[in-house]
């Protein structure tokens, strides 16, 4: 079983948290450090300037499917409807998930697990079932 992970990264010119799903990066991303090479589950790897979110299907759906299963925990049953209103055409549904990721991004849910310390960015650790930030991830 993969693990699922959120990060901010830069694209298109503004900072997003993205689910990775099965596109796997394991270290804080830096706007001078865009052109991150992140390796995959199946031992593949790809530049996240070559992230396809907004052009594939495949690697769209994952952040659809953790995007509606987390609007549900939330009981935001709006941002549901608004998402998976759009499902038929990529470019408004990548919208949709982009508005949605700027929505989560402003919540305040990046605080360690470990250290308690308020971040930027958190590492989420599937087999603890909590948020790390960098220092305290591994």
Not at 112 to 138: I, L, T
């Amino acid at each position: 079983m993969p693990r699922y992970k959120w990060y901010r990264i830069l694209f298109k010119g503004k900072y997003y948290q993205l689910y990775t799903g099965n596109h796997d990066c394991y270290e804080e991303i830096d706007v001078n450090d865009i052109e991150r090479l992140c390796k995959t589950d199946n031992g593949s790897s790809f530049l996240l300037t070559d992230a396809s979110y907004h052009t594939s299907w495949d690697w769209l759906m994952p952040v659809i499917e953790t995007i509606l299963d987390k609007a549900v925990e939330l009981d935001d049953l709006e941002r549901y409807s608004v998402v998976l209103d759009n499902i038929p055409y990529i470019e408004q549904t990548y919208d949709a998930v982009i508005e949605f990721i700027d929505w989560y991004n402003e919540q305040d849910r990046f605080i360690c697990a470990s250290c308690g310390s308020h971040v930027d960015m958190v590492f989420y650790d599937e087999e603890r079932d909590a948020d790390f930030c960098n220092d305290c991830k591994f």
